[in-house]
């Protein structure tokens, strides 16, 4: 059974950075892309960054220069460093992943950065 743990969120001051840590059990995680996505509350979630099974990144136009997403298969784990953060209504930053069972999700890690 695929579990996905999120770790590392908090407040921020702006301009500070957090890195957020996502660990990936039940799969054969190397194969596969693992997805950040943040949702605000009354907001849709957003597609924040991606990391292919080959170490191939993606990302949010707003934080492309800002946030790095990297992958640790050895460990299972997928880190997002966001640095120079920005005031924002706080958001869930959450992981998924998907194969050929469904999609999975953790429960996320909050990420507030006050004004």
């Known amino acids: 059974q695929v579990r996905i743990v999120e770790s590392g969120g908090g407040l921020a001051q702006p301009g500070s950075s957090l890195r957020l840590s996502c660990k990936v059990t039940g799969v054969n995680f190397k194969l596969f892309p693992v997805d950040w996505y943040r949702q605000a509350s009354e907001k849709e979630r957003e597609l924040v960054a991606t990391i292919t099974a080959s170490g191939g990144s993606t990302y949010l136009d707003s934080v492309k220069d800002r946030f790095a997403i990297s992958r640790d298969n050895v460990w299972r784990m997928v880190y997002l460093q966001m640095n120079d953060l920005k005031p924002e209504a706080p958001a869930v930053y959450s992981c998924?992943?998907?194969?050929?069972?469904?999609?999975?999700w953790g429960r996320g890690t909050k990420v507030t950065v006050p004004p």
């Open positions: 998924h992943l998907k194969n050929a069972n469904g999609d999975f």
